[in-house]
Structure formats: structure tokens, C-alpha cells
């Protein structure tokens, strides 16, 4: 079944570190890619997404690198600020609907000052 | 302008009792989503809506769960005869469409902490 997956529960830097969260997913017929950033007592907050037609997306101070062939996708967070700190989650949207999201577990970055 | 909406923020109920949780979407958002979250765990989508109409709702977990969205606007999700395993965050959320990559960005709000004793 579908299933995307994090490699890393929890990520520790410090305060102006690059930080590279990992995702990796199950289902190759979805074309729609997304990562999430949720603050405790807080909904999942939108940061960036990317279609499949595409390898690399940037925002500001962060990428998102699509590897279709070993079907992983990581975020890049530049100069990371303890702001960053919360769960990072990656998503994908269905084969045949954009509609359901699959989300993955989720990954914990902790931003030292 | 404002955000997607839930009510109420909180909710505890004993076992067994119905409980109903709302979500109000950002205004012109067609498509309406319900997910459910675990402590320490990811999103599990439940269902989601374009217009009043339900294509996917196959992440209702039992019978107990219904879901109904009227005038293109609210939704309540409705659970039944409460279990404990009911327990966790439901969160809603909204998107403009669900057709291309900017349409279907879902934006989420702050969820209804669910606790059944």
C-alpha cells in the first residue's frame, strides 16, 4: 500500500546550521509532493511542494530535492533559526486524485540557540 | 483574512456519548478535508469534500464516523458512540481546488483535541 516514510525521528543543529530533513515514499504513481512544518498546538503549516516533473524547488531559505529514481525527498533548510523548531512532515497527493494527502510520521527538529 | 476554522478547540467526553466537531473553511476554498492525528504521529486522512459531495471518504475509520459538509461551506464531523481509541487531534482543512499544484494546497487549522474517558 502507499506509505511515506522519514528516516530521521529527530534532527538536533545549531542556531545558523543547514539542516536536511529525509522522506521517502512508497508510491511512484503520485506526482505531487509536499512538506509540512507543524508547530506544537498548532495545525500543519504549507512550506513548500513540487511536482514530479521537476528534480528541485526553492522558497526562501528552503529546497526541496525530488529523487524519482530511488523515490526520495528531502528538505533543506538554510541557515536554520530556533523559529524552524517544530515537526517537519512530508506528504504526498494520490496517483488518480490530488485530493488525499498521505502524510509521513514526521520529523522533530530541535534548533539550539 | 481568516483561516480555516475548528470548533471547538477542546472537547472531552465520556464513553459512549456522540460528539460532533466543526470546520468552518477559508471562505472561496471548495475542497474540505478531515484528518485525524495521533499523539506523536502523522496525519491520517479520513475524507475529504469537493462541494457538498464526499469522492474519497475512505479513511472513516467505522461506521461511527459520518461527515457532512452543506452550502459549500461548513463541515461537522460526526463520531458515535465514542471509544477511547477515538482519542487524538482531528484536523480540517481547506483548499481552493483539488485540480493542479496550487489549487490543491491544503491549508490546516488548529484541530479539535478529542479525548474520550
Known amino acids: 500500500g502507499e506509505s511515506v516514510g522519514l528516516h530521521l525521528p529527530t534532527l538536533s543543529v545549531q542556531e545558523g546550521d543547514n539542516s536536511i530533513i529525509n522522506c521517502a515514499y512508497s508510491?511512484?504513481?503520485?506526482?505531487?509532493f509536499i512538506w509540512y512544518k507543524q508547530e506544537s498546538g498548532k495545525g500543519p503549516q504549507f512550506i513548500i511542494d513540487?511536482?514530479?516533473?521537476?528534480d528541485k524547488r526553492q522558497g526562501q531559505r528552503v529546497t526541496v530535492l525530488l529523487n524519482k529514481t530511488v523515490k526520495h525527498l528531502s528538505l533543506q533548510i538554510a541557515a536554520t533559526q530556533p523559529g524552524d523548531s517544530a515537526v517537519y512532515f512530508c506528504?504526498?497527493?494520490?496517483?488518480?486524485?490530488?485530493?488525499?494527502?498521505?502524510f509521513g510520521q514526521g520529523t522533530i527538529l530541535t534548533v539550539h540557540p | 483574512g481568516a483561516g480555516v476554522s475548528q470548533s471547538p478547540s477542546n472537547k472531552v467526553t465520556e464513553k459512549g456519548k456522540d460528539v460532533e466537531l466543526r470546520c468552518d473553511p477559508i471562505?472561496?476554498?471548495?475542497?474540505l478535508y478531515w484528518y485525524r492525528q495521533s499523539l506523536g504521529q502523522g496525519l491520517e486522512f479520513l475524507i475529504y469534500?469537493?462541494?457538498?459531495?464526499?469522492?474519497?471518504k475512505s479513511g472513516l475509520p467505522s461506521d461511527r464516523f459520518s461527515a457532512e459538509r452543506t452550502g459549500g461551506s461548513v463541515s461537522t464531523l460526526t463520531i458515535q458512540r465514542t471509544q477511547q481509541e477515538d482519542s487524538a487531534v482531528y484536523l480540517c482543512?481547506?483548499?481552493?481546488?483539488?485540480?493542479?499544484?496550487?489549487?490543491?494546497?491544503?491549508?490546516f487549522g488548529a484541530g479539535t483535541r478529542l479525548s474520550v474517558l
Open positions: 508510491n511512484s504513481a503520485s506526482d505531487y
Open positions: 469534500f469537493q462541494g457538498n459531495s464526499a469522492p474519497d
Open positions: 482543512a481547506s483548499s481552493l481546488g483539488t485540480s493542479g499544484r496550487t489549487l490543491n494546497i491544503q491549508y
Open positions: 513540487i511536482r514530479s516533473n521537476m
Open positions: 506528504a504526498q497527493a494520490g496517483g488518480t486524485s490530488y485530493g488525499k494527502l498521505t
Open positions: 471562505s472561496g476554498h471548495t475542497a
